[in-house]
T-cell receptor, first 114, second 109 residues
Framework: IAGITQAPTSQILAAGRRMTLRCTQDMRHNAMYWYRQDLGLGLRLIHYSNTAGTTGKGEVPDGYSVSRANTDDFPLTLASAVPSQTSVYFC?????????????FGPGTRLTVL | GQNIDQPTEMTATEGAIVQINCTYQTSGFNGLFWYQQHAGEAPTFLSYNVLDGLEEKGRFSSFLSRSKGYSYLLLKELQMKDSASYLCAFMDSNYQLIWGAGTKLIIKP
């Protein structure tokens, strides 16, 4: 693989179900990010990780959790999905967290919660 | 507080020039990014400005005025493939990106 991959590409989920969105990068980037993108709004940061073993909350963290057990993987979990979490989710990475390095994005996961 | 604003939609003609503006307000600033996003795809990096002035990269140029909280993306010799959304984002004092809602650019033949 090259760059960032996300899985699944799309998912329809019943409200109340648990769901994990997967993100893997092979660029050995230190920092990784989860965003959601909704029509008419800019990308909003959910959670981030500056380096393996550390995570932080972004602008809209409620209802989501993340882990960063190693450099490559950064899964996002919805413990109990609600319809307001219907969105397109993008994972991104950059080589450094406390720098102005460019963020590179995965292809996105389109999630619908019914 | 922090905010960022850009027009929702613009229309231009193939072969022409278009300027997409972005204004922002923030107390901490570490640069201004522009990304391109085709429908249904991921955002891809176009440019980064941290100093005032114009950065030219082929058909695309980006300008920054830090004192005015203003940036623009200039696209020359427009092609149909330039039809996309253009996202501006500034990097705040915590090195996090604050994103505008994007400008949808429609190119007509």
């Amino acid at each position: 693989i090259a760059g960032i991959t996300q899985a699944p590409t799309s998912q329809i989920l019943a409200a109340g179900r648990r769901m994990t969105l997967r993100c893997t990068q092979d660029m050995r980037h230190n920092a990784m990010y989860w965003y959601r993108q909704d029509l008419g709004l800019g990308l909003r940061l959910i959670h981030y990780s500056n380096t393996a073993g550390t995570t932080g909350k972004g602008e809209v963290p409620d209802g989501y959790s993340v882990s960063r057990a190693n450099t490559d993987d950064f899964p996002l979990t919805l413990a109990s999905a609600v319809p307001s979490q219907t969105s397109v989710y993008f994972c991104a990475s950059s080589s450094g967290a406390t720098s102005t390095d460019t963020q590179y994005f995965g292809p996105g996961t389109r999630l619908t919660v019914l | 507080g922090q905010n960022i604003d850009q027009p929702t939609e613009m229309t231009a003609t193939e072969g022409a020039i278009v300027q997409i503006n972005c204004t922002y307000q923030t107390s901490g600033f570490n640069g201004l990014f522009w990304y391109q996003q085709h429908a249904g795809e991921a955002p891809t990096f176009l440019s980064y400005n941290v100093l005032d002035g114009l950065e030219e990269k082929g058909r695309f140029s980006s300008f920054l005025s830090r004192s005015k909280g203003y940036s623009y993306l200039l696209l020359k010799e427009l092609q149909m493939k330039d039809s996309a959304s253009y996202l501006c984002a500034f990097m705040d004092s915590n090195y996090q990106l604050i994103w505008g809602a994007g400008t949808k650019l429609i190119i007509k033949p």
